[in-house]
């Protein structure tokens, strides 16, 4: 018999709802769900294919242990047994920092480790932590932390109201969107062109979104840090600023006005490759647009001034007036979790980072955690404090991180890995032992993440819709199991349900501090029948800023709301929120903050200049591929490839390239051979490669990603230089020498 289970689709940020038709607990097809609050029926092929991840014969289904050049399936007590020993061997011996822990994208995109990887992370004792976030978002978390006070206070453009979109380093028709949570993105930007509005795009690529807007700005890469100044520089000469709600509440506007004069379009112009004329006339369309809203993504974060630019952004938007007005850039208040809906409105302890440096290379910590750049330098360099062991969680970094070649060589060389995975791939074949959490379908989900960074306010809950298979265990189990034993006990089933109930406990004695809510312990009876991240999320829901207080507003929010709404519950779109959203100590907005400041005077005035001549290689994403892990799919995956050397006419002329013919692709560090695709959709002088491939290496056991294999753009990309304020990874604006292979 047939039936229908309703789900929010986890694979990207969009959040989109998906009607699974199921046959049993197989997934018979998937549909975009119409009644979903917020995607409306919308559906990208990703999500389509979710049916074939959930199937896929290559998905893990019991832990492995490395025995010689085998995997041997074990029971989860042996493996659990082999973790404790080469876990804690390692920690014996060389102490607690000798254990690195590297946690990847899809920890923003489930429930379990978003809430469990931090008892992992304190059960570890390690300084040394990494992450996806220093090849994406990072740069954002700094400058919003600064001026705001806290990393997830970013703006989010209210696309369903703005008349003007000034995009810089986003390619939503193939992203699906990021920090800008939207399910639908190619028909909400449609619709504001439909509506008389403008969108401009600004990438070094014609990408599909560049050619669906009004104008395609195809900018040096990297330079979108002196783009943005030029057009502060234009804003302030035009005597039209105007702080709107931000006026009376910001700090530092008169150091902009002293570093501006440096940015006169003429000075960028040659910079961003923008003649000074446009780079004026972009920055009036701001300023003559009823509302308007920048949106930088991650082509600008993985550069060389990453903070800088996603700063700049901000500052535009504060110029403007468009900051927390309809219509331009507006702060989500997320039902559940979010840093700025807790403490006291208005006021916080802000946001620093640097409290430590990482040992070779010394960088600054930024939000605990240190560049993954740096990861291979850790543990190759030897010394006090040489990371000897590894634990990722849902990570690629073999794929997803520069200098990948010698990141390969470096896991390769540890004394003992274990990986919370779903697959064998390029990075977990390096792995003792591998821990597969139950498939997408036995987990509950609620976008923790996303909320805080969409273009509504909307709460969404998937309960799970097949029970756990006998021999599987909960992704949360795992990681608490992981937790017990990295703090020295066995990893039992009752130590992971008592260090659940001990999170819980935590929590619910900090919140019984508000005198809003009642006592730690008749909360936790009233959440006594959940354990785990539903128990987590419910206990967020209640005490959030929807929620039910339990019990003092019957109309609120909790997960028993959610759970009777399958298809979410719509909180209305973004409103106004300053001051109150701010969590600065000064209770202001810091347009200056000190650490761009300086960052400006040390490098980025003195980068005004010519550029240096030669080709410079940028990547780029395709609507079915997502990062390095859904290329095991067939029906993503077929057809003409994907993973091409995009290279402008005028450049493959003068190199004797031809399209379809390979091209060999140098960089500093490394060197890939791939088939060129000819195209005037790029800058001259720059070329592209997508990330996320270069599979079916030995040891690996993905069988369709192997058949279409592609390179690993990032053996090119270059871990010494990072973007110094977040510790990003520079993944965009990599010098190359490409010739005919
Ligand atoms: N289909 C699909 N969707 C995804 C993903 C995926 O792999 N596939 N990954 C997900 C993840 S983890 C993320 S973080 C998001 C990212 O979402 P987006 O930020 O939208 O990412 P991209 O589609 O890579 O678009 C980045 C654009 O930046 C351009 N660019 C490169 N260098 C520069 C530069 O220096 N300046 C400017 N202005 N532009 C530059 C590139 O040409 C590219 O078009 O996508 C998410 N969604
Ligand atoms: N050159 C270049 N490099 C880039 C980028 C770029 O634009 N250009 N983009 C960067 C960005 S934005 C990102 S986010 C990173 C991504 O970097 P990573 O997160 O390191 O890489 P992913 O490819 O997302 O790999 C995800 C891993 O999680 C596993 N996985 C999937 N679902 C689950 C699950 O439910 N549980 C567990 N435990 N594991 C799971 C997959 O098998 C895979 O091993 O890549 C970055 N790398
Ligand atoms: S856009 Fe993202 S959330 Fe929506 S169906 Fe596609 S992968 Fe899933
Ligand atoms: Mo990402």
Same mark, same amino acid.
């Given at each position: 018999?047939?039936?229908?289970?309703?789900?929010?689709?986890?694979?990207?940020?969009?959040?989109?709802?998906?009607?699974?038709?199921?046959?049993?607990?197989?997934? $018979?097809?998937?549909?975009?769900?119409?009644?979903?609050?917020?995607?409306?029926?919308?559906?990208?092929?990703?999500?389509?294919?979710?049916?074939?991840?959930?199937?896929?014969?290559?998905?893990?289904?019991?832990?492995?242990?490395?025995?010689?050049?085998?995997?041997?399936?074990?029971?989860?007590?042996?493996?659990?047994?082999?973790?404790?020993?080469?876990?804690?061997?390692?920690?014996?011996?060389?102490?607690?920092?000798? @254990?690195?822990?590297?946690?990847?994208?899809?920890?923003?995109?489930?429930?379990?480790?978003?809430?469990?990887?931090?008892?992992?992370?304190?059960?570890?004792?390690?300084?040394?932590?990494?992450?996806?976030?220093?090849?994406?978002?990072?740069?954002?978390?700094?400058?919003?932390?600064?001026?705001?006070?806290?990393?997830?206070?970013?703006?989010?453009?209210?696309?369903?109201?703005?008349?003007?979109?000034?995009?810089?380093?986003?390619?939503?028709?193939?992203?699906?969107?990021?920090?800008?949570?939207?399910?639908?993105?190619?028909?909400?930007?449609?619709?504001?062109?439909?509506?008389?509005?403008?969108?401009?795009?600004?990438?070094?690529?014609?990408?599909?979104?560049?050619?669906?807007?009004?104008?395609?700005?195809?900018?040096?890469?990297?330079?979108?840090?002196?783009?943005?100044?030029?057009?502060?520089?234009?804003?302030?000469?035009?005597?039209?600023?105007?702080?709107?709600?931000?006026?009376?509440?910001?700090?530092?506007?008169?150091?902009?006005?002293? #570093?501006?004069?440096?940015?006169?379009?003429?000075?960028?112009?040659?910079?961003?490759?923008?003649?000074?004329?446009?780079?004026?006339?972009?920055?009036?369309?701001?300023?003559?647009?009823?509302? /308007?809203?920048?949106?930088?993504?991650?082509?600008?974060?993985?550069?060389?001034?990453?903070?800088?630019?996603?700063?700049?952004?901000?500052?535009?938007?504060?110029?403007?007036?468009?900051?927390?007005?309809?219509?331009?850039?507006?702060?989500?208040?997320?039902?559940?979790?979010?840093?700025?809906?807790?403490?006291?409105?208005?006021?916080?302890?802000?946001?620093?980072?640097?409290?430590?440096?990482?040992?070779?290379?010394?960088?600054?910590?930024?939000?605990?955690?240190?560049?993954?750049?740096?990861?291979?330098?850790?543990?190759?360099?030897?010394?006090?404090?040489?990371?000897?062991?590894?634990?990722?969680?849902?990570?690629?970094?073999?794929?997803?991180?520069?200098?990948?070649?010698?990141?390969?060589?470096?896991?390769?060389?540890?004394?003992?890995?274990?990986?919370?995975?779903?697959?064998?791939?390029?990075?977990?074949?390096?792995?003792?032992?591998?821990?597969?959490?139950?498939?997408?379908?036995?987990?509950?989900?609620?976008?923790?993440?996303?909320?805080?960074?969409?273009?509504?306010?909307?709460?969404?809950?998937?309960?799970?819709?097949?029970?756990?298979?006998?021999?599987?265990?909960?992704?949360?189990?795992?990681?608490?199991?992981?937790?017990?034993?990295?703090?020295?006990?066995?990893?039992?089933?009752?130590?992971?349900?008592? #260090?659940?109930? #001990?999170?819980?406990?935590?929590?619910?004695?900090?919140?019984?501090?508000?005198?809003?809510?009642?006592?730690?312990?008749?909360?936790?009876?009233?959440?006594?029948?959940?354990?785990?991240?539903?128990?987590?999320?419910?206990?967020?829901?209640?005490?959030?800023?929807?929620?039910?207080?339990?019990?003092?507003?019957?109309?609120?929010?909790?997960?028993? $709301?959610?759970?009777?709404?399958?298809?979410?519950?719509?909180?209305?779109?973004?409103?106004?929120?300053?001051?109150?959203?701010?969590?600065?100590?000064?209770?202001?907005?810091?347009? /200056?903050?000190?650490?761009?400041?300086?960052?400006?005077?040390?490098?980025?005035?003195?980068?005004?200049?010519?550029?240096?001549?030669?080709?410079?290689? @940028?990547?780029?994403?395709?609507?079915?591929?997502?990062?390095?892990?859904?290329?095991?799919?067939?029906?993503?995956?077929?057809?003409?490839?994907?993973?091409?050397?995009?290279?402008?006419?005028?450049?493959?002329?003068?190199?004797?390239?031809?399209?379809?013919?390979?091209?060999?692709?140098?960089?500093? @560090?490394?060197?890939? $051979?791939?088939?060129?695709?000819?195209?005037?959709?790029?800058?001259?002088?720059?070329?592209?490669?997508?990330?996320?491939?270069?599979?079916?290496?030995?040891?690996?056991?993905?069988?369709?990603?192997?058949?279409?294999?592609?390179?690993?753009?990032?053996?090119?990309?270059?871990?010494?230089?990072?973007?110094?304020?977040?510790?990003?990874?520079?993944?965009?604006?990599?010098?190359?020498?490409?010739?005919?292979?």
């Amino acid at each position: 018999m047939r039936t229908i289970e309703y789900r929010t689709c986890p694979l990207c940020e969009a959040t989109c709802g998906l009607e699974l038709h199921m046959e049993g607990e197989e997934v $018979v097809l998937v549909r975009g769900d119409k009644d979903d609050v917020f995607s409306k029926g919308y559906l990208c092929p990703k999500g389509a294919a979710l049916k074939d991840l959930v199937a896929d014969p290559d998905r893990l289904r019991a832990p492995l242990v490395r025995r010689g050049d085998e995997y041997v399936e074990v029971s989860w007590d042996e493996a659990f047994a082999a973790v404790r020993e080469g876990l804690m061997g390692v920690i014996e011996r060389h102490g607690r920092d000798a @254990v690195g822990a590297y946690l990847g994208n899809p920890c923003a995109h489930n429930l379990a480790p978003i809430i469990y990887n931090r008892a992992l992370l304190q059960g570890l004792g390690t300084t040394n932590v990494f992450s996806a976030s220093t090849v994406d978002q990072m740069p954002k978390h700094v400058s919003a932390g600064l001026m705001f006070g806290t990393p997830i206070s970013v703006p989010i453009p209210d696309l369903d109201h703005t008349d003007h979109l000034l995009m810089l380093g986003a390619n939503p028709f193939a992203s699906n969107g990021s920090l800008m949570t939207a399910p639908d993105l190619p028909g909400r930007l449609r619709a504001i062109r439909a509506r008389g509005g403008r969108i401009v795009v600004v990438d070094p690529r014609r990408s599909k979104t560049a050619e669906e807007a009004d104008e395609w700005v195809a900018i040096r890469p990297g330079t979108d840090a002196h783009l943005l100044f030029g057009l502060v520089n234009v804003i302030l000469a035009s005597g039209r600023v105007d702080l709107g709600r931000a006026e009376g509440i910001t700090d530092g506007f008169e150091v902009i006005e002293r #570093l501006a004069p440096h940015f006169t379009p003429e000075a960028v112009a040659p910079v961003c490759g923008i003649p000074a004329e446009d780079v004026r006339r972009l920055a009036t369309e701001l300023l003559d647009a009823r509302t /308007a809203a920048v949106y930088g993504r991650i082509g600008t974060c993985t550069q060389e001034y990453g903070t800088l630019a996603s700063w700049l952004v901000d500052v535009v938007n504060i110029l403007t007036g468009n900051l927390d007005r309809p219509g331009g850039a507006l702060f989500p208040k997320n039902a559940a979790g979010s840093a700025n809906t807790g403490g006291t409105p208005g006021r916080g302890r802000g946001f620093r980072t640097g409290r430590r440096h990482s040992r070779v290379e010394g960088k600054p910590e930024v939000l605990g955690e240190f560049p993954v750049a740096t990861l291979a330098s850790e543990i190759l360099t030897p010394g006090e404090g040489q990371i000897r062991a590894l634990v990722t969680v849902a990570g690629n970094p073999v794929v997803s991180t520069p200098d990948a070649g010698r990141l390969d060589a470096a896991l390769a060389d540890l004394e003992f890995m274990v990986s919370v995975d779903i697959y064998r791939n390029e990075t977990t074949r390096h792995a003792d032992v591998i821990l597969p959490p139950g498939g997408i379908l036995t987990k509950e989900h609620f976008d923790l993440a996303f909320y805080s960074l969409s273009i509504r306010n909307v709460a969404n809950y998937s309960p799970p819709i097949n029970p756990l298979p006998p021999g599987e265990l909960h992704e949360w189990e795992i990681l608490l199991r992981l937790a017990a034993i990295a703090g020295g006990a066995q990893g039992s089933a009752e130590e992971c349900a008592g #260090l659940d109930d #001990l999170i819980i406990g935590g929590l619910a004695a900090k919140a019984a501090q508000r005198d809003d809510l009642p006592t730690a312990d008749e909360m936790l009876e009233a959440l006594a029948h959940r354990r785990g991240p539903a128990r987590v999320v419910d206990f967020m829901l209640r005490t959030g800023p929807y929620g039910d207080r339990f019990g003092a507003d019957p109309e609120g929010l909790s997960l028993a $709301v959610l759970e009777a709404n399958p298809h979410g519950v719509d909180l209305g779109p973004l409103q106004p929120r300053l001051p109150e959203v701010l969590r600065t100590p000064t209770g202001r907005i810091d347009l /200056a903050p000190d650490l761009m400041v300086a960052d400006v005077e040390a490098r980025l005035i003195p980068s005004l200049g010519a550029p240096t001549p030669g080709l410079v290689l @940028v990547g780029r994403r395709d609507l079915r591929s997502n990062n390095s892990w859904m290329h095991n799919i067939k029906v993503l995956v077929k057809g003409r490839p994907r993973c091409t050397l995009h290279i402008h006419p005028d450049d493959a002329a003068g190199l004797g390239l031809t399209d379809g013919a390979p091209a060999r692709v140098r960089s500093r @560090v490394g060197e890939v $051979v791939l088939p060129v695709e000819v195209t005037d959709g790029i800058r001259p002088g720059v070329v592209s490669i997508p990330h996320g491939w270069g599979h079916g290496a030995p040891g690996t056991a993905m069988r369709v990603a192997a058949e279409y294999a592609g390179v690993n753009s990032n053996v090119l990309t270059d871990a010494s230089v990072i973007d110094p304020l977040s510790g990003n990874a520079v993944l965009n604006g990599i010098p190359v020498e490409v010739d005919a292979a």
